[in-house]
């Protein structure tokens, strides 16, 4: 049961102002507010005129066509075409506004019966009786009557239910996201180890090159020092045999002189004697 609400003519010139309809066109399209109080939803009408409409915060001064009051209310909120009666709206800028339950970013194309929310406070249901006279038939016919009217509870708990389902899938962006970042984290981390773990095996071959030069080295040092050693106890040898033979031959040389001298002696002592 609607509650009849009796408005002032100041209050009529000032909702009128806002973009309020009090007199209804069935050629039109339309937004009819919803609310929580069943005996306030459907009370305010705002027709959607053929060409632009404009839909702002309501302040002094504003020349938009539909006006709206609320902190989440952008000064130039949205617009609505309805051009051969096909209407779109058009969010501006990063206004908030959603159509059942979705948060729309561009153009999008309204149906007869889709909730709009503008700035997550507003709640209206879109009517467009030219799209309903096209779409009568027995299967069109059923389908709406089964679907039934879409009241402020249902225009919340769609919008509830998308923006739940728009968090798990941020969240799940955001684990997918983390997890990319983990394994970059891991696959960087992991490159390190190698590029590190390559640096030390070029340093330590590098070293081990440096031991086996220094070895090569000290052997080769070692076999000169030997040879040098063998050559040197060659020569000694060579020396020792040779002063065996001089030896040898000083000894024969003496003994030979001795004989010679004692030849010599036993001839002068035979010739004295003769």
């Known amino acids: 049961m609607k509650i009849t609400v009796v408005f002032t003519v100041d209050v ?30 459907e009370m305010l009408l705002y027709m959607i005129k053929e060409g632009k409409t404009t839909v702002g915060k309501y302040c002094k001064g504003s020349s938009h ?37 979705n948060e729309i970013s561009a153009s ?36 709406v009557c089964s679907d039934g009217p879409k009241d402020f509870e249902f225009a919340k708990n769609e919008l509830l239910k998308a923006q739940r389902a728009k968090l798990e899938e941020e ?39 440096a031991l086996e030069a220094e070895l090569e080295e000290e052997t080769r040092r070692k076999q000169q020092q030997e040879i040098t050693t063998l050559k040197a106890a060659s020569k000694i040898q060579e020396l020792e045999e040779v002063k065996l033979h001089l030896q040898q031959e000083i000894q024969l040389n003496k003994r030979r ?17 003769t």
């Open 12 to 41: 009529l010139y000032s909702k009128q102002k806002a973009g309020i309809t009090f007199k209804m066109d069935n050629r039109l399209p339309n937004l009819v507010n919803l609310n929580e109080d069943p005996q306030l939803s």
């Open 65 to 101: 066509d539909i006006q709206l009051s609320g902190a989440l209310i952008a000064e130039d909120h949205c617009v609505i075409t309805n051009i051969d009666n096909i209407v779109r709206i058009i969010p501006a800028g990063e206004a908030k506004t959603y159509v059942n339950g």
């Open 108 to 143: 999008t194309i309204l149906h007869h019966g889709d909730r709009v929310i503008l700035g997550g406070d507003h709640y209206f249901r879109f009517n467009h009786p030219v799209e309903v006279q096209q779409l009568k038939g027995p299967s069109r016919v059923s389908t």
């Open 171 to 209: 969240i799940e962006e955001a684990r997918l996201r983390a997890k990319e970042e983990m394994m970059r984290g891991i696959q960087i981390a992991k490159e390190m180890a190698q590029q590190e773990l390559s640096c030390q095996k070029s340093e330590f071959e590098e070293k081990i090159k």
């Open 257 to 273: 002189l001795e004989m010679e001298t004692l030849a010599t002696k036993q001839v002068k002592s035979w010739l004295y004697y």
